[in-house]
């Protein structure tokens, strides 16, 4: 979805990039509403003044759920925050996909942001939001890709042979396996936190994600979601199966990606972000966090803190010293 897009269907009463706390609405690309909340930064020029950080929550989260708002308001210290439900989430419609069509979502938050004024986006994400803040990147990255081939025939043409050898081969491009979501992802942010992310689907191997299959997989399970949890759980099975967070790792690059894991996380064990991070191939930092848990919920203040500072970093450097595209 183009920023225009974003203006046209989102209809919020937000406008100036200065504006002060306010919820609105956006849709997707696929027709889904989602409730938003865009909240105003420390305006002390600690940041650039067109850098935004937008958070996306974990599965059953939302919004307005108390960890999500206590990070917003922590890095409101260092730049204005967008937050949002993810579908099936809170306020939002639609039902939950636990990571699929909600890059989506993102896409349309991202955009909306960028309407606002705001030319930097940051995107930080925990847990589900976290996987799906590395596919987005990813994915933004294969459009500006696509954007240049088809600017340049000759590219084009090597790109598309390039593409028949991977396939031939069983590989292909991350954007490919993107499938139905292709092309949906909007502008590429200035950087990526993910917290807490898994780097590999279905994974069943501690007893939380036992439960959270059950969840998500169970028609009792589904119902305990929506009356437990606020959120409404999609029943189909993901077809096609999108990019894991490690297969989109390495495309996300030179876009500066940190990743941020707790070694007490009951979800995911450290084997997690150690593979996002070989997938990364030095293009990443880690973060292994002494004592903390899982995803919002168990983030620090100081964690956030320290995210907050470094998002800062990445975004005063020149979008051209990496070679990004401008705005």
């Not at 600017?151 to 090597?158: G, H, N, R, T």
């Not at 996300?252 to 593979?275: E, K, N, T």
């Not at 919002?296 to 964690?303: G, L, M």
Request: hydrophobic share 40%; with cysteine; proline share 8%.
């Amino acid at each position: 979805m183009s920023g225009d897009e974003a203006g046209r269907n989102h209809g919020s009463s937000v406008r100036p990039v200065t504006a002060p706390a306010q919820l609105g609405t956006v849709h997707t690309s696929d027709g889904v509403a989602l409730e938003v909340a865009h909240a105003p930064g420390p305006g002390s020029g600690t940041a650039p003044d067109d850098l935004v950080i937008v958070l996306a929550h974990g599965f059953t989260g939302s919004r307005d759920r108390p960890h999500l708002r206590r990070a917003a308001r922590v890095l409101t210290r260092y730049a204005p925050v967008v937050t949002f439900s993810f579908r099936g989430h809170g306020g939002s419609g639609g039902r939950s996909t636990v990571g699929d069509r909600e890059l989506l979502d993102l896409a349309a938050v991202v955009a909306w942001a960028r309407s606002l004024g705001y030319r930097r986006v940051a995107t930080v994400g925990f847990s589900m939001g976290g996987s799906v803040v590395l596919r987005h990147a990813a994915e933004a990255r294969a459009e500006a890709d696509r954007a240049a081939q088809a600017a340049d025939p000759a590219a084009e043409a090597l790109a598309g042979s390039g593409r028949a050898a991977a396939e031939a081969g069983g590989a292909g491009e991350c954007s490919a396996a993107q499938g139905a979501h292709k092309g949906r992802t909007a502008a590429r942010p200035v950087a990526v936190v993910s917290v807490s992310a898994p780097a590999r689907w279905f994974y069943r191997g501690t007893a939380p994600m036992r439960r959270l299959h059950w969840l998500v997989l169970r028609p009792e399970g589904r119902l305990v979601g929506r009356l437990g949890f606020r959120t409404r759980i999609h029943s189909r099975d993901w077809n096609p199966v999108p990019p894991s967070p490690a297969e989109a790792v390495p495309y996300i690059a030179p876009v500066p990606l940190l990743l941020v894991h707790g070694d007490r996380d009951p979800y995911f064990p450290l084997d997690h972000p150690h593979m996002l991070a070989r997938a990364a191939d030095g293009h990443a930092e880690l973060w292994i966090e002494p004592g903390m848990g899982h995803a919002e919920n168990a983030a620090p203040d100081a964690v956030l803190d320290r995210i907050g500072k470094w998002i800062v970093r990445q975004a005063t450097v020149s979008a051209d010293d990496r070679d990004l595209p401008p705005g």
